[in-house]
């Protein structure tokens, strides 16, 4: 609050000496002109001398101070405006993110922070308003005092001018609005020839003609805009120079009769020219500072409209509350359809199952038959479409969001090693001086032996983007550091997104084996397209189409001789021995 009061005095200062400064000279050379011309003492002309210069001192240091000020405020005010950002994007339903509509929105929403110069000119232009009207009460008293004609024809043209770059701003706005996804396909291009998990394929495949091809289309397409952009400045800068030049031949005219037929003196005459140029100049201004809070207006109003987006999940909880310390309860799925927005196509059709506490299920079928999405309905990352899902025989909508997202642990397919430390990776904390915890996981999941090798043990970074000291690990120890993290948050259900899929069904059985050990009594759910962890599991759910077609134990499925049993037998050469 204390420093919002003393940006405003700060404000209030730079706005007062841009008022005036325009005006000292203007103001000096009227006495200068009129001491010379009547023949005054040259002890005037000093004195009215020194006190220009020395209110030009005050004003100009005043002016510099207070710019400077203004400018870092808003280079600070970018600061908490990111960490809203920031936190809005963590906090939004997930479905968000999977919404191309929401995807452009948000990067509309980003513009206004990924240009910092934007807030700066919205505050700029916020007190240029005011300098420009303080200037324009100024020039009008002076002028209308000789010829209210001259204001009327300046302020004719400024009315024109602002009218014509009004026109040009809002087109020029809506085809920047156009060239934001084709810019966003360029970082993605670039972002293809630089980031080192594609470069294998960059160059196994050749792709350096491909991408550069691609990056040509892009950039044709963007400077399109450009081009469409400059087309109408162009134009606009036309009209506007010679609205200009009519009005100065109409001004002086009507100056040189003043002087001539109305006996205006000289110093004047000086004043009224250079007032008519700094009224121009200012009513330009003024209108140009609208115009541009006008267009930033529409940046700031993407980023308050994504920030005032509901977080529907959320917001329709009932916030019954849970403990995470305690045990898994029971899950039950009740005849839960689901389709994803925008697409009435069914995902899940009268899907029923029981999930018993500290049972481990594996869920199994063929890609697309609807095992991610029956997780994500778990994870409550989407509301069923219809039926409900249970967990201790309450709706699991009616739970506390976040009390709901803490008992439940995941490692993805697509999970994240983060470019920080082994510790931050796995416990999302600030390193202590010594984790006996940590040290445990480290130890059952085989990677305590890798993790001391390295420089700094536990506090190595788990990347070289930037630290040299950093360690890449392989794809195993990856996948371990993953389940290190699900088991750290200590979280009574574990869910498991087919995160083994890149390795060989060999290697991830072993893994599979040596994480059933380490579960102990949570509630898992496995998903996968490969059967390998079948053999670890208590029950098992086959999916296909969106529907459950067959439901029991590994072997009550094998009896069954369905299509369980046909995907075990065309796996089964890798799983001859755990059989």
């Known amino acids: 609050m204390k420093n919002d009061k003393i940006y405003v005095v700060i404000s209030l200062l730079y706005i007062l000496s841009n008022s005036i400064i325009p005006f000292i000279n203007i103001v000096y050379f009227k006495y200068l002109f009129d001491a010379i011309y009547f023949k005054y003492e040259f002890s005037y002309i000093t004195k009215i001398t020194v006190i220009t210069l020395i209110i030009n001192l005050v004003a100009t240091n005043i002016q510099i101070y207070t710019k400077s000020a203004i400018t870092l405020r808003s280079k600070w005010l970018l600061v908490p ?193 250079s007032a008519t140029g700094q009224f121009n100049n200012s009513f330009i201004r003024f209108f140009d500072h609208i115009l541009n809070l006008y267009t930033i207006n529409h940046y700031v109003n993407d980023f308050f409209e994504f920030l005032n987006r509901k977080s529907n999940l959320q917001e329709s909880s009932e916030n019954i509350k849970l403990d995470v310390n305690q045990e898994a309860k029971r899950f039950e799925c009740r005849n839960v359809c689901f389709h994803y927005p925008n697409d009435s196509r069914l995902i899940l059709k009268n899907i029923n199952l029981i999930i018993e506490p500290g049972e481990c299920l594996v869920i199994v079928g063929e890609n697309g038959a609807g095992k991610t999405t029956l997780i994500k309905l778990l994870m409550r990352l989407y509301d069923v479409t219809s039926g409900e899902i249970l967990y201790n025989n309450i709706n699991i909508k009616d739970y506390n969001y976040n009390d709901y997202m803490r008992i439940l642990s995941t490692v993805f397919q697509d999970y994240k090693i983060f470019a920080t430390s082994v510790y931050e990776n796995i416990t999302f904390k600030t390193p202590q001086e010594k984790d006996y915890e940590l040290h445990s996981l480290l130890e059952q999941n085989q990677l305590l032996k890798k993790i001391n090798s390295m420089p700094y043990q536990e506090k190595t970074i788990l990347s070289r983007e930037f630290d040299s000291d950093g360690v890449e690990l392989s794809g195993g120890q990856s996948q371990r550091i993953a389940f290190c993290r699900a088991l750290y948050k200590k979280s009574p259900i574990i869910i498991l997104d087919e995160p083994s899929a890149s390795l060989s069904p060999v290697a991830e059985n072993e893994l599979y084996i040596q994480f059933a050990k380490i579960i102990k009594n949570k509630t898992t759910i496995f998903i996968s397209h490969r059967l390998s962890s079948s053999t670890i599991s208590d029950k098992i759910c086959v999916l296909d189409n969106g529907e459950i077609i067959e439901y029991g134990t590994h072997i009550e499925l094998l009896n069954k001789n369905g299509i369980y049993k046909n995907m075990y037998e065309l796996q089964s050469k890798y799983y001859k021995d755990i059989v």
């Open 81 to 273: 405006l990111t960490s809203i950002f920031c936190k809005k994007s963590i906090e939004m339903d997930y479905q968000y993110t999977e919404d191309q509509s929401i995807i452009q929105e948000m990067n509309r929403a980003k513009f206004i922070l990924a240009n910092g110069d934007n807030l700066e000119l919205y505050l700029a232009a916020v007190n240029g308003i005011f300098i420009a009207l303080l200037q324009l009460i100024f020039i009008a008293i002076l002028a209308t005092t000789i010829n209210p004609l001259i204001i009327l024809i300046v302020l004719t043209v400024a009315i024109m001018n602002s009218i014509v770059n009004s026109k040009i701003e809002k087109k020029n706005y809506y085809l920047h609005k156009e060239s934001l996804p084709v810019d966003t396909k360029w970082r993605y291009i670039i972002n293809l020839a630089n980031d080192l998990k594609y470069a294998k394929e960059v160059r196994l495949f050749s792709l350096k003609k491909f991408i550069i091809d691609k990056g040509d289309t892009n950039r044709k397409e963007y400077f399109g805009f450009v081009d469409a952009i400059h087309n109408n400045e162009k134009k606009g800068l036309l009209l506007n120079v010679g609205m200009n030049i009519m009005q100065e031949i109409s001004v002086m005219l009507l100056l040189v009769y003043s002087v001539i037929f109305k006996g205006v003196t000289i110093g004047n005459f000086n004043a009224l020219v």
